[in-house]
């Protein structure tokens, strides 16, 4: 028996201190403030959650990798890595995701939505990513630097590709002949030598 019930919804429980818990959920109140930054909680267990993130305590631990967590969520998402689970299906074709966010930003590609807005502008993103990126060609911002040269780039793919030109590393391989090179657009290009392609070619 749970004698005491929430007005609202008609929620019980057992005990009146976790009611007056669930009505902060109807009345917006989140009365457990963070004391090194301004977010608000409705129950503790949520405030020392997050309190972690600040002082980068992982109690959450893979036992087969050993990689630690801060959120047991975060843990039971990495968990799926080792075991090849994914849980979320896509209801508009046969993809599978081994975590909601992933689901969400997939089902952007069916639906063409694009809620993230570039302020200065106004070209919209499927992905918070993509506008993070997309932000640096306004600030000219260039934040991956080549430790063996002075060269910067806006983006880390930018700067990986770079550092081939010093290690000599060429990963892309065309299959219809021995040729190799540092960077896929290279090799697409090249692959054109082959199917005759002329994409650029004024009609």
């Known amino acids: 028996m749970k004698p005491f019930t929430c007005k609202i919804c008609e929620a019980s429980f057992t005990l009146k201190s976790n009611l ?3 009505l902060r959920i109807h009345t917006g109140e989140r009365p457990l403030h963070c004391n090194i930054c ?3 909680f ?5 405030l020392i959650r997050h309190l972690r993130t600040h002082i980068g305590e992982k109690l959450f ?22 075991t ?30 694009k809620p993230f807005c570039c302020s200065i502008c106004e070209t919209t993103f499927s992905q918070k990513s993509n506008l993070t990126s997309h932000l640096k060609t ?11 040269c ?9 700067l990986i590709s770079h550092l081939r030109t010093h290690s000599g590393e060429k990963p892309f391989h065309c299959n219809m002949c021995e040729a190799t090179y540092a960077n896929k657009a290279s090799l697409t290009h090249h692959l054109r030598t082959h199917s005759g392609e002329k994409p650029f070619q004024g009609v």
């Open 20 to 22: 007056s818990v669930h």
């Open 38 to 40: 301004e977010a608000t």
């Open 42 to 46: 409705v129950v503790k267990a949520s």
């Open 61 to 82: 631990c893979c036992n087969t990798c050993k990689v630690t967590f801060a959120k047991k969520p975060n843990l039971i998402t990495h968990l799926r890595s080792h």
């Open 84 to 113: 090849g689970e994914k849980p979320f299906h896509c209801n508009l074709c046969t993809a599978v995701f081994v975590d909601k966010g992933s689901l969400i930003k997939h089902f952007r590609t069916h639906t063409g939505e």
């Open 138 to 148: 306004h600030t000219g911002e260039k934040p991956f630097h080549c430790n063996m």
């Open 150 to 158: 002075e060269a910067t780039f806006a983006w880390k793919a930018s």
